[in-house]
């Protein structure tokens, strides 16, 4: 019996990897600003490799999934890029009452021509990034489908603070910010709120030779009450990070931290 389970799971195994490799050739060869059908959603997508690197991570692998406790979870999408993590949640949870982040004003239409095409409505979309301190700053578009706060940005966009958005109990918050995630979540826990989520999980990222904060991001959410596992993806997104280990040098990595917050035992061992 053990034998056949095994064969069963790298049976699944092997058809999942097959399905995304005849996933990845079709958008390769997409045009960038294309609309593409994707298991049953259809995207207007930015350029093909992201748009696969998207869908594997959200939608096959599901690094954002999570289990609410109830049947109209609140989530916190930031980082909502082209929409895929919104479009899976609401499909996963017909009732899910979601805000979706975007500051980049030409992606932001795209998420919301995403939203209406595949009939998703009643999603909150601030075109806003998150950060430490709300107001404005300058945004740097890499010209496909990333971006991030910087001071040598050509667009200038709103910035919110998370605390504003935690009033009430947060079933489920996703973070993939570029890089200011250290900064949103001790605004958080400086306001007090950061206890108002129930479970996260934040795309950390390691830029190279910039300041490591990876600890510090740990750092908080333990002095806030949650529990985390640590994860570093698939050899396609983060190559730098399986042995042989190396020097990455100049190439980004990144990290996938998943905190669940639970009641702290009086004592440790």
Do not use: C
Request: glycine fraction near 8%.
């Amino acid at each position: 019996m053990q034998v056949a389970r095994r064969l069963r799971r790298l049976l699944r195994r092997f058809l999942v990897e097959l399905r995304l490799e005849y996933l990845r050739a079709r958008l390769q060869a997409a045009k960038p600003g294309a609309v593409v059908k994707l298991g049953g959603v259809a995207l207007h997508i930015t350029d093909g490799l992201n748009a696969y690197m998207q869908y594997k991570d959200e939608v096959v692998r599901r690094i954002y999934d999570f289990e609410p406790d109830r049947g109209d979870p609140v989530v916190i999408d930031g980082g909502a890029n082209m929409g895929a993590f919104t479009i899976a949640t609401r499909l996963r949870h017909a009732r899910a009452r979601i805000v979706a982040f975007e500051p980049d004003p030409a992606i932001a239409a795209i998420l919301r021509e995403n939203l209406a095409r595949n009939g998703i409505e009643s999603v909150r979309v601030v075109e806003a990034a998150l950060g430490g301190v709300p107001g404005t700053a300058t945004f740097a578009s890499d010209g496909e489908s990333g971006g991030a706060l910087a001071t040598a940005g050509s667009t200038t966009v709103r910035v919110e603070v998370l605390s504003a958005w935690l009033g009430e109990e947060v079933d489920f918050v996703k973070l993939n910010i570029e890089g200011a995630e250290l900064d949103v979540l001790r605004e958080a826990a400086a306001a007090g709120r950061l206890r108002n989520i129930k479970a996260l999980v934040i795309e950390y990222h390691g830029w190279p030779r910039a300041p490591q904060r990876l600890h510090d991001v740990l750092a908080v959410l333990d002095a806030n009450g949650f529990r985390y596992v640590v994860h570093d993806f698939d050899e396609q997104t983060n190559p730098v990070t399986k042995p042989p280990f190396r020097d990455p040098g100049d190439a980004p990595w990144f990290a996938l931290v998943a905190a669940w917050r639970v009641a702290r035992p009086a004592t440790q061992p």
